[in-house]
């Protein structure tokens, strides 16, 4: 896998276990969606950080703020056929890559 984008980290997940994945890993958001005001210049940010996303060599890590995760994986869609998602397995302690076309 080439990059792996975790929509958002709030310091409470360890994701050392991305490593054994990838050494590219990018944090798309820094916070949770503005209540109030700023939500053009949120959604700008998160659709530069998203641009070079690439479903065939990408993962996309479905952690945060709710909001965040839909406009994330709703960015990625509107511009691919497909997106690939990490989800956790606690038995492995590991991340599935799942294939969402």
Known sequence: MNTIYIIQDNGN??????LTITNNILVVCSRDYPVFGEADEHVSKIKDKLKYFNPDK????????????????????????????????????????????
């Open 58 to 101: 990408d993962g996309l890590v479905l952690v945060g703020d709710p909001i965040n995760i839909g406009l994330c994986v709703h960015e990625v869609l509107s511009k691919e056929k497909g997106v690939m998602l990490l989800k956790y397995d606690r038995q492995t302690k590991a991340y599935i890559p799942v294939k969402i076309n």
């Open 13 to 18: 997940y360890n994701f050392s276990s991305l």
